[in-house]
């Protein structure tokens, strides 16, 4: 006997009641609001097997309103996913169940992305539609059909974020997105037309976007409103008018219902009013049966899937890209013998495009971009060709000035597999992506942020363009690897390590002014150990001198300099803290020894450099913003040159013997 859709929607909500309820924390309005919505899509359109959370071709389900994260742990339960178990589901925000206060990609196979911060969901499925009409397009439909749907709430269409993620899907006309919008008019503080009184189907119009609505709690509309989005070749914003909190009778349709448990006696109404009589976390069992036939519908689809990739003679080398393996040469390794063989005076962001030369063609699951600095950021590499609508097949990204959704968009490519995206900006816009980036870093996925201009070398810009306190902020983010590259060498080293990061995120802080190239014996990486001795002293070592990108040329110079007054002095090259801080302590004690005395040298704030020259060392930095100029003339006002340092250094050697 087929079950009402009404009751099976009433077991999510009660989930999500009972679950808040036990953890005295959470949000069960959105939950209760959507699950007519999620009931209809879960089992009858979206493509999904629980048995392989991971089948390459499903569809992929974004829950941007993340806030609502007991609507996704319920589907999964219900769907018959091997977790969360229905024990998971009553630790919900506890200590050792996946069922997180917030959705985390890394908890639970089925949970596509991390979500919460509002409107980087919505943003994260743009990228994740990209990479879907990108792999579809290489290794054709019969391989890669599948579509994106996401649901949002009033706060990720109010987010800004949104606008830049919605007019690049309306841009490259990413029809295989959903977006389901949860029109339920309240936020924590209360009704929306507190704080806003825009036409958002109309924006979405102009986006470029199909919209259409329905009534959120009547199936058949509901589906009306679906197939009409289906059919349409556009993007899709589906407006669903819902209630907050629907079945609790004294508080839905109000905030109150948002963000906290509602209560013991306003469960117990809900459950009347619902009709709901089972035990708290029990689901009867001809709704929870109905519910694991739901999550079987797309089991034969898959085995037809898998058929056909086994004869596919592409399956090796789709396998290899969809399971983040790199091919055995990056390109990266003969790139290297050419500048030891013949050295370049370039700028890092040159010696990048130069090592993207290399790495593109070796390397075809990379997708580059730039939020329109392709030619500051020298991000194009030779012969790459644009994404577009008409050619996903493209592996070059115009995001427009979009830093934020590009790098939500990137996070997305990511978590979608088969790709590994890169973007560049500048490296004082890294504020505008900082959001994303944190989640690249939180969820664990392989982006490359190609950050140019990295510091008041980029010279007449001035002070608005001069990063000083990004790079310490940026060091500040786990697992983020901040690679800050000195020469050509150094950047092909630091990319080739970027591609093999297949757990997190790095950054490149890229110069636009040249730098000559330091090292010409072909070596091994020894960007991979963080920082290495570039140079070591030659009269009995007194100083050690620690400098990143553009002043290791300065450090070297310093220390010539101090060579020349009897004083013996290091120079290490520090490409990357964190990869420095994972090396075992002999190491990191031999480069910097505890009795040398260090001297940190980068043209930024100096905050942090103390980790590394200690209580008595000196930290030659940047504590104030820059200013317009020449790059030359800056170094030397802001005291970057051996004249300035070298006697500072004595000085204080000096002051230490006395
Ligand atoms: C970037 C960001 N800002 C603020 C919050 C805190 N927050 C969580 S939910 C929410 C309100 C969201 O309203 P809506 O999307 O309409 O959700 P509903 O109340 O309808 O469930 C806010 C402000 C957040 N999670 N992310
Ligand atoms: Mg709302």
């Known amino acids: 006997m ?96 996946p069922c997180a206060g917030h959705p985390e990609n890394f908890l639970l196979p089925g949970v596509e992305a991390t979500t919460g911060p509002l409107g980087q969901g919505f943003a994260m499925a743009v990228g994740m539609a990209i990479a879907e009409r990108h792999l579809s397009a290489v290794f054709g439909d019969h391989l890669v059909d599948h579509r994106t749907w996401v649901i949002a709430g009033d706060g990720d269409l109010m987010e800004g974020v949104n606008h830049e993620a919605a007019g690049l899907a309306g841009h490259l006309g990413l029809g295989r997105l959903k977006v389901f919008w949860d029109d339920n008019r309240i936020t924590i503080d209360g009704a929306t037309d507190l704080s806003t009184s825009e036409d958002i189907p109309a924006r979405y119009a102009a986006y470029g976007w199909h919209v259409v609505r329905c009534d959120g709690h009547d199936f058949a509309d509901i589906r009306r409103a679906i197939d009409e989005a289906l059919a349409d070749p556009r993007p899709s914003l589906i407006a669903c008018r819902t209630i907050i909190g629907w079945g609790a009778p004294n508080k839905q349709g109000t905030s109150a219902t948002h963000g906290s448990a509602l209560g013991a006696d306003e469960v117990a109404a809900a459950r009347k009013q619902l009709l709901w009589d089972a035990e708290p976390f029990d689901i009867p069992d001809p709704i929870l049966s109905a519910w694991r036939e739901a999550g079987r519908r797309s089991a034969d689809g898959h085995r037809g899937w898998r058929e056909r990739l086994a004869a596919s003679p592409e399956q090796e080398e789709f396998l290899r890209r969809m399971e983040g393996r790199l091919p055995a040469d990056t390109g990266i390794e003969g790139w290297l013998d050419e500048l030891a063989a013949k050295p370049q005076k370039i700028a890092t962001r040159k010696a990048s495009e130069l090592a993207l030369d290399a790495i593109n063609p070796a390397v075809p699951e990379t997708i580059g971009g730039s939020a329109d600095l392709t030619g500051s950021n020298n991000t194009k590499s030779r012969g790459q060709v644009p994404f577009t609508r ?25 978590l979608h597999g088969g790709i590994i995206p890169y973007g560049g900006t500048f490296l004082i816009f890294s504020d505008y992506c900082r959001p994303a980036i944190r989640l690249s870093a939180l969820q664990q996925v392989r982006v490359v942020y190609v950050m ?87 009269a009995p070592r007194t100083a050690v001198l620690i400098a990143t990108g553009s002043e290791v040329q300065l450090a070297v110079e310093v220390a010539e300099r101090l060579e020349g007054e009897g004083i013996g002095a290091d120079v290490v090259s520090m490409p990357c803290w964190s990869l420095f801080d994972e090396q075992e302590s002999a190491y ?24 590394y020259v200690g ?41 230490q013997g006395d």
Request: aromatic share 8%.
């Open 452 to 538: 140019t201009h990295d510091s008041i070398g980029l010279g007449e810009d001035g002070p608005t363009h001069q990063p000083v306190e990004q790079l310490v902020g940026l060091r500040a983010i786990p697992n983020l690897a901040v690679f800050r590259p000195a020469d050509s060498i150094e950047t092909a080293e630091c990319w080739a390590l970027a591609l093999a990061r297949a757990n997190g995120p790095s950054l490149l802080a890229l110069s636009r002014q040249n730098l000559p190239q330091l090292r010409t014996e072909r070596s091994e990486n020894l960007s991979a150990k963080g920082a290495y001795r570039l140079r070591a002293a030659k």
């Open 390 to 414: 008409d050619d996903p097949s493209g592996r070059y990204l115009y995001y427009g000035i979009r830093e934020f959704g590009m790098a939500a968009a990137m996070n997305g490519m990511a």
């Open 2 to 97: 087929a079950v009402e859709k009404r009751l099976l929607a009433n077991a999510i909500r009660a989930l999500a009641m009972d679950a808040v309820q036990a953890a005295n924390s959470g949000h069960p309005g959105m939950p209760m609001g959507m699950a007519d919505v999620a009931t209809v899509l879960f089992t009858e359109y979206l493509k999904y097997d629980p048995a392989d959370p991971d089948w390459h071709d499903r569809d992929r389900f974004v829950l941007s309103a993340g806030h609502g994260s007991m609507l996704l742990y319920a589907l999964l339960y219900l769907t018959g996913y091997a977790r969360p178990t229905i024990d998971d589901i009553r630790g919900f925000r506890q200590i050792g169940s």
């Open 588 to 611: 990191r004690e031999d480069i910097l020894p505890a009795d040398a005395f260090k001297v940190s040298i980068e043209a930024g704030v100096t905050l942090g450099w103390e980790r």
């Open 615 to 655: 209580p008595r060392g000196l930290s030659i930095g940047l504590d104030r913003f820059g200013a317009s100029a020449p790059a030359e003339d800056l170094f030397r006002r802001f005291g970057f040159t051996a004249d300035a340092i070298v006697p500072l250094v004595t000085a204080a050697l000096a002051a």
